[in-house]
């Protein structure tokens, strides 16, 4: 677990940078950061769609997933847990962020793999790698929604560390096929994030999150028969 360690450490540290940094940047500068970043999820998530729903085993599985992951997420009311504990401790806009944050963080070969690989031969290379690069990004993130992005670390760690312990407890439970339904249905999430940044349609991504667990619960089913 120490690559995961890393990798929400760094989240942390990226976190306190970029809002160190954000006192000193000009709100009509954390603006034009604020539609890049709806810019750069939008171009991330549909690059990940196409990429991988060509791959896919299981082509009605994404809408499956985010039916059900959106309803249980509505039921939920997690976008409105996030907003009204945001609005009393931080920016008004931060559940925005976070769940921009949580979805770049997460959404990815390395974040997904580097675990599993973690699990079954000791190799931290891609967490470490994965590390690195959501440092920058958390960074800016933060420059842009404050202090109030280091809630994504947690999420990270509980996401990693689920796909830690699946590889420890069946190694035939996470394969490419799995990987790719996330991917496919992390794109679409992380597109509609950008959406969202870009003020373009407010489709409340944070409930549609546990979108991303219907597929490993699918794959953990299949497994055992």
């Known amino acids: 677990m120490i690559g995961t360690i890393v990798n929400t450490c760094t989240i942390i540290v ?101 675990p599993v690989i973690s699990a079954l031969h000791g190799d931290n290379t891609f967490l470490f790698t994965n590390a690195t690069l959501d ?4 960074a800016v993130l933060a420059t842009t929604y404050g202090i109030g992005m280091i809630w994504a670390a947690p999420v990270l760690f509980c996401w990693q560390g689920m796909f830690y312990l699946i590889a420890r407890i069946s190694a035939t439970a996470i394969n490419d096929d799995l990987i790719a339904e996330l991917s496919v249905v992390g794109g679409l999430l992380i597109l509609a994030a950008g959406l969202n940044l870009l003020k373009i349609k407010d489709c409340k991504t944070l409930n549609m999150l546990p979108s991303l667990i219907v597929p490993v619960i699918f794959f953990l089913i299949k497994s055992l028969f």
């Open 14 to 114: 990226g976190a306190l940078i970029g809002a160190m940094l954000k006192k000193g940047i000009k709100p009509q500068y954390q603006t034009a950061l604020f539609n890049a970043m709806g810019v750069v999820s939008l171009a991330i998530g549909l690059r990940a769609f196409i990429t991988y729903m060509p791959q896919s085993q299981y082509p009605v599985l994404f809408i499956v997933s985010l039916s059900v992951g959106s309803l249980v997420g509505y039921m939920l009311d997690i976008d409105g847990w996030f907003n009204r504990l945001t609005t009393r401790h931080s920016s008004s806009n931060l559940g925005e962020g976070l769940s921009t944050g949580i979805l770049l963080y997460c959404i990815g070969t390395l974040s997904m793999l580097g």
């Open 135 to 138: 440092l920058v990004t958390s």
